[in-house]
């Protein structure tokens, strides 16, 4: 069965950045869309930006553009996302999720705390 | 950006009741193509999102069918008939015909 299983919770220093695994499984992995959905604490869902694996073209939110890296890994059958310049409007949950009809399948999530 | 409105914010229900819950856009989910990508999600306490509805009325594998969706344009409405423990937690409309893809602020299902 399809599987997303992301890398664990990472506590960061502001202006650090952070690097994030979505390891998928059950699919051909470079047959479909991956997108990022950011999650902050007890609020609503943002949608963050997509890369296709089999090419590694990406489309992001504008809002996210220049804090946000999207690459992957087709060896592995892993996505990565990665953060930039972190500040504590960052800390949140980023959940991976693959498209289809619909975004059918998600990662259990990875909790990003900004500290100091 | 698209904003999808959800009413009510809260919705307290009586198990074995029904529940509905609305989503305004503010503008067409008619995408030029002729699909409306309009996508409703439950997230329970402490999981991740499920999907439960594509395309408005297009039920997900394994969701049972006392869950409806319906609407057209920018008005669309998610039916929860004989509501049950496990649906319980807070449902999201989503939009993905405009760029970039948007949620709603969430309604949260919950007992009376």
């Known amino acids: 069965q399809v599987k997303l299983l992301q890398s664990g919770a990472a506590l960061v220093k502001p202006g650090a950045s952070v690097k994030m695994s979505c390891k998928a499984s059950?699919?051909?992995?470079?047959?479909?869309?991956v997108s990022w959905v950011k999650q902050s604490h007890g609020k609503s869902l943002e949608w963050i930006g997509e890369?296709?694996?089999?090419?590694?073209?990406?489309n992001f939110n504008e809002k996210f553009k220049g804090k946000a890296t999207l690459t992957v890994d087709k060896s592995t059958s892993t996505a990565y996302m990665e953060l930039s310049r972190l500040t504590s409007e960052d800390s949140a949950i980023y959940y991976c999720?693959?498209?289809?009809?619909?975004?059918?399948?998600w990662g259990q999530g990875t909790l990003v705390t900004v500290s100091s | 950006d698209v904003v999808l409105t959800q009413t009510p914010v809260a919705q307290p229900v009586t198990l074995g009741d029904q529940a509905s819950i609305s989503c305004r856009s503010s503008?067409?989910?008619?995408?030029?193509?002729?699909?409306?990508?309009l996508e409703w999600y439950l997230q329970k306490p402490g999981q991740s999102p499920q999907l439960l509805i594509y395309?408005?009325?297009n039920r997900f594998s394994g969701v049972p069918d006392r869950f409806i969706g319906s609407g057209s344009g920018s008005d669309f409405t998610l039916k929860i008939s004989r509501v049950e423990p496990e649906d319980l937690g807070v449902y999201y409309c989503?939009?993905?015909?405009?760029?970039?893809?948007?949620f709603g602020a969430g309604t949260k299902l919950e007992l009376k």
């Open positions: 999720t693959r498209e289809g009809q619909g975004f059918a399948y």
């Open positions: 059950g699919y051909t992995f470079t047959d479909y869309w």
């Open positions: 890369i296709y694996p089999n090419s590694g073209a990406t």
């Open positions: 503008q067409s989910l008619v995408h030029s193509n002729g699909n409306t990508y």
């Open positions: 395309k408005v009325s």
């Open positions: 989503f939009q993905a015909t405009h760029d970039p893809p948007t």
